[in-house]
């Protein structure tokens, strides 16, 4: 029997979480590695050097170091409700809003949420920079249910843990924010069990650790 493809991963990681979310959706099982940032194992540093989670390894040596290509390759190989679409315009539509979530809104997220290490501009500045791609997305979900139509796709999984992220900064006031369709379909995946499933507390890996096996066995 082959090994089990390696999965490093941080539990709070934005990109980690998602990564974890299409393994599990799409039925797959790895051996994850719980990372501590400040002291990453060498096992890792030897695979990726940049250390950056999530990165997966699989049997035959191939290396992932980028969560939407692991999202990917889980997909392909099963995808039961066909989060990746065949028609042009969706895709389309579905990367343009990844490039904007990964780009200019995650660079206004980590100076809203660390603000105290960006002092140059206040708190709500940079909240307020960071709504500019909320309004998108609200926009898109008065028209439909999820970000590319009346079906969950990749782009809603693969932005939710950042939407997460941005919200739990200060959660009273975007239950209050003008984004309202946009808090119910966030509460919506933050209920669902895929979601916890795969955010199980799990302490630190160390070399020679006995494997854990991600989703669980009995998850």
Known sequence: MSPLPVLYSFRRCPYAIRARLAIAYAGLQVEIREVVLKDKPQALLAICPQATVPVL???????MSESLDIMRWALAQNDPEKWLV?????????QSLLRLNDGEFKYWLDRYKYHDRHPANSQQSYREEAERFLVQLEEQLTKHAWLTGQTAGLADIAIFPFI??????DYSWFSQSPYQHLLSWLENLLSSPLFNLVMP???????????????????
């Open 86 to 94: 065949q028609d042009e315009a969706i895709k389309n539509h579905s």
């Open 57 to 63: 390894q699989l049997g035959n040596g191939e290396i």
């Open 164 to 169: 997460r992220q941005f919200a739990l900064v």
């Open 201 to 219: 507390k799990l302490p630190p890996w160390k070399e020679g650790d006995k494997p854990t096996v991600f989703p669980p066995l009995n998850g």
